[in-house]
């Protein structure tokens, strides 16, 4: 059994995700990331990513997690960092597009707040690709029955009786909307599934690619330099998307257009790419969704 450790709570930057392979499960530990979300303005929230960040049992899923994914299949980072990246990705589109009039589906269908609505996002964020601890073939599905008992957990921290059972189904739904085909009914699971196609600035894309490989995949993952989520002007969102080679276009023309189409908030959201610096003939200078 791993013995409790204190969390690390790094200042410097996120690491990139299994960049450096260790065989101990204690060294893992020790290099521990901490969940950080802006969560001041949400007591909910706040208390439950305090006990994220204190659970060692998710913390190992996260682990497990990157394993399968970075050491076993050489793809992407899919632990710790990853699910941050996209948790705060999907805080910033909620908070986006509530701000524009867009009501949660929490909201619509139970009477439950804002608030709630963020809780559901960030624990889909958090636990939407635990499943891939088993395996990646069908980890959405898995996803569903491990992440039950530890939002229960959770859940209980903020809620009570049948109001955990209703954000459970939301959470869930959210979870198994994000893959592939998916068909979201809610604007969380919405939300969640655009989110989790964000994480792709500095190479981190979402796209699986053989280390090592020179294909279209990897060149364009190191293309993309930088991923923004603004106030739009015409509509809620901008995501603006820069980069410093027009390879990275296949990035956002393949990897998110696909997880926005579907999404049920394609009018509410728009993706712009850019090309950075002269360093290149341009094919394109500019891209958008």
Known sequence: MTPKMK???PDADLPSGGEERTSSIEERFANRVQVRLPVRHNPKLAAIVGRVNESDELYALWIATNVNAVERL??????????QIVANSALRLLRLLVDAGVV???VADYDLEQADAEVVVCLAALLHDVGMS???DGHEGYSLFIARPILRDLLSLAYEGPTIEILIAEVEHAIIAHRSGGRPLTVEAGVLRIADALDMAQGRSRIPFRAGSVSIHA???????????ERGEEVPVTIRVDMTNSAGVFQVDQLLREKLRGSGLEEHIEVEAHIEGETEKRLVERFRL
Request: positive net charge; charged residues 10%.
């Open 104 to 106: 949660p589906s929490v």
């Open 74 to 83: 050489a793809m992407s980072d899919h632990g710790p960092v990853h699910v």
């Open 219 to 229: 060149v364009s993952a190191a293309a993309v330099g930088g991923v923004h989520i």
């Open 7 to 9: 969390p690390k709570n």
């Open 134 to 136: 088993i395996h990646r």
